[in-house]
Structures are given as C-alpha cells and as structure tokens.
C-alpha cells in the first residue's frame, strides 16, 4: 500500500521561502509520477508542479514557475517543493500525490490515485 506523508508546512512571511517534503512508501517508485496540488479555502484543488521519477522531468502551473522548483530523492524516497518568494495566494494546504505510469495529464488530480493527508502553507502579507 503507497503511502504518502508530508511535512514541512508553517507560517512564513510574504517573500519567504519553504520547503515542503513528502515521504513516500510501499512501492518501487521508479515508474511513478509524483506531484503536489494545493486547495485555498472555498476553492477548487489546484496543480502546482509533477516530476517524473524516472529521468526527473518536471512540470509546472503558470502560477509558480520560476519560485517553485520540484524535485526527488530517489535513494530516500523523498520528493521536495522548494517555495521561494511566497505571496499571500500561495496559502493553502498542500497536497503531495502520486500515480504510476504516464497517464494523459500531469495536471489534473484525477489522474492521481495516492494522496497524502496534506500540509498547511500560511503567507502573511
């Protein structure tokens, strides 16, 4: 059974920085693509970036391109979010999630089938 288990949220002024890190277990990862999404209150799940075990190719929404940088661990099992210059829309809790295999999306969470319980992220401005 996959397991996923992130830490690393908190409060952080606006321009601040965190990194989010997500613990995943009880699989071979190698063909797995493993993302984070985040939901505000009152609004819809949202992707932020996906990586690619295999080969590390990574993907990004709009909203956070060039401040948020995405990455793994494959000897610890560990996929990192880097969040540099926070704004206060970043807030949420954010969502580390999971998939083997390709899929048609990197961007929508349907296609996720593993979700951890989640980390909040607080901006003040």
């Known amino acids: 059974q996959v397991q996923l288990v992130e830490s690393g949220g908190g409060l952080v002024q606006a321009g601040g920085s965190l990194r989010l890190s997500c613990a995943a277990s009880?699989?071979?990862?190698?063909?797995?693509?493993m993302a984070w999404f985040r939901q505000a209150p009152g609004k819809e799940r949202e992707f932020v970036a996906a990586?690619?075990?295999?080969?590390?190719?990574?993907y990004y929404a709009d909203s956070v391109k060039g401040r948020f940088t995405i990455s793994r661990d494959n000897a610890k099992n560990m996929v990192y979010l880097q969040m540099n210059s926070l704004k206060p829309e970043d807030a949420a809790v954010y969502y580390c999630?999971?998939?083997?295999?390709?899929?048609?999306?990197?961007?929508?969470?349907?296609?996720?089938?593993?979700w951890g319980q989640g980390t909040q992220v607080t901006v003040s401005s």
């Open positions: 990586i690619r075990w295999y080969g590390g190719t990574t």
């Open positions: 009880g699989d071979t990862f190698s063909y797995y693509v």
């Open positions: 999630a999971a998939r083997r295999g390709a899929g048609n999306s990197y961007y929508s969470d349907y296609e996720y089938n593993y």
